[in-house]
């Protein structure tokens, strides 16, 4: 296994992730709740 590879791999789907549900936006979800 190559950590580095994995690490990246990671790192995109965050990356992926926060841009789909930015971390704003989900902090104003959980106040609402």
Same mark, same amino acid.
């Given at each position: 296994? !190559? %950590? !580095?590879? /994995? !690490? $990246?791999?990671? /790192? ?9 549900? %930015?971390? #704003? +936006? +989900?902090? $104003?979800?959980?106040?609402? #709740?």
């Amino acid at each position: 296994d !190559n %950590p !580095n590879l /994995m !690490n $990246g791999f990671v /790192m995109e789907i965050n990356q992926a992730l926060q841009e789909k549900y %930015p971390i #704003e +936006r +989900r902090i $104003g979800q959980k106040v609402e #709740e």
